[in-house]
């Protein structure tokens, strides 16, 4: 059984966060993965449902879920994170959900090329945005008129191969909480880009204003014409130490630090450790798999010989060479909250380090097999990829 469930933010409509101290493997338990709703989730989808793309297409067209389900599909490996993930360690806080750690899970994805439904249709030379509306609908404070969920891409990141109408998550179909029958899956895009209960697909010929591009889920951008408000888009470079937790107790010895770190749509290229609150740093080891799109698992074995208190970071660094802030951006409000967050920790004499590590190549051999055949694997059981906690 499932030592944990999500660990529930908001119970109304529900926002819960992966237990990613208890995950132990590269892909995330479909139970485990973390929930964003901004509204409740949809009633049950009506017998005569259609996808309807419309628009700046020469054709209005419709398919229903057996005619999507005879397209070509294409399965993606995807880590997704919530914009706000990580809120509650802003200082002074800021407004909107208060997520910790958690609002972050990697997941196969398997569904239809966006694409392959447009170019059907018939994209017309003046689009510019392709918005995915959802089934959800309900209102804001600033807001009251109900309105459905809806978020815009540009053309070119709804024509890439990769993203997807996804139906399928870890080889299951997809469930109510996340987004069944059908959701969008834009990969290296923060979470509110992969609109869930799909119901219309509309090619505009200009950018998209409503409410969560324009509104909410905005940053402030400098530029060559000064600071200007654009949607939240891309994932920014991030790591995450997941052991030992903030304020753990631990020995003398050696200890070992382990983590995640992803690029949204790049791979990590490296992740550095410093033990002494960013004076020096020191690389830690890659593990495992390492992709656009995907997180990478990480460790860090630390010699400690002196006991006392220690701050803990972690930063990782892209392959295009971005490198995880120190800070947060001011500029980036509640979103996109990836600078580097000291976990403190207390090294005491009296304790000895008893970690049974994990065997990187089982490890490595192990992932690179659920990668290549996951059917072989339960999604919904622990999988023992790491000794103790694990991730």
């Not at 972050?104 to 439904?117: D, F, Q, S, Y």
């Not at 200890?255 to 992740?271: D, I, K, P, S, Y």
């Not at 830690?284 to 074995?301: D, I």
Request: hydrophobic share 40%; aromatic share 10%; charged share 20%.
């Amino acid at each position: 059984m499932m030592a944990e469930q999500r660990r529930v933010v908001t119970a109304t409509p529900e926002n819960s966060e992966t237990p990613l101290a208890s995950v132990r493997s590269w892909v995330t338990p479909t139970p485990w993965f973390f929930v964003r709703n901004h509204f409740e989730v949809p009633s049950p989808i009506p017998a005569d449902w259609r996808l309807r793309v419309e628009g700046c297409v020469d054709h209005v067209a419709e398919w229903t879920l057996d005619e999507l389900a005879a397209l070509p599909e294409r399965t993606v490996f995807c880590t997704l994170e919530c914009a706000g993930n990580g809120r509650s360690f802003l200082q002074p806080c800021v407004p909107g959900v208060q997520w910790g750690a958690g609002a972050i899970g990697h997941a196969e994805w398997t569904g239809i090329p966006v694409r392959h439904l447009l170019e059907k249709a018939g994209v017309q030379a003046s689009a510019v945005d392709v918005v995915f509306w959802g089934a959800d609908r309900g209102s804001e404070a600033d807001h009251l008129e109900p309105m459905a969920f809806a978020r815009a891409l540009p053309l070119a990141k709804a024509m890439d191969a990769d993203t997807l109408l996804a139906t399928r998550m870890n080889g299951e179909i997809l469930d109510a909480s996340h987004g069944y029958p059908i959701r969008l899956l834009a990969p290296g895009w923060y979470g509110v880009a992969s609109v869930k209960w799909l119901t219309r697909i509309e090619v505009i010929d200009r950018s998209f204003q409503g409410y969560y591009q324009s509104k909410k889920y905005v940053i402030q951008r400098r530029t060559s014409r000064g600071v200007e408000t654009v949607p939240v888009g891309s994932m920014a470079v991030k790591s995450e130490i997941l052991r030992p937790a903030s304020d753990a107790v631990l020995g003398v010895g050696t200890n070992r630090l382990f983590g995640v770190a992803w690029g949204g749509e790049e791979a990590v290229a490296r992740v550095e450790i410093s033990t002494d609150n960013g004076k020096n740093w020191n690389d830690a080891e890659l593990m495992g798999l390492r992709a656009p799109y995907s997180w990478t698992l990480w460790e860090y074995l630390w010699e400690v010989a002196v006991p006392g208190s220690y701050s803990l970071l972690a930063r990782a660094v892209s392959t295009s060479g971005r490198v995880q802030p120190s800070e947060h951006d001011p500029l980036l409000g509640g979103y996109m909250i990836h600078f580097s967050r000291p976990i403190p920790v207390r090294v005491e004499s009296a304790r000895r380090t008893q970690e049974t590590w994990a065997d990187a190549d089982t490890l490595l051999y192990d992932m690179n097999s659920f990668a290549e055949e996951n059917t072989r694997f339960p999604l919904d059981v622990e999988m023992q990829f790491a000794g103790g906690e694990g991730i």
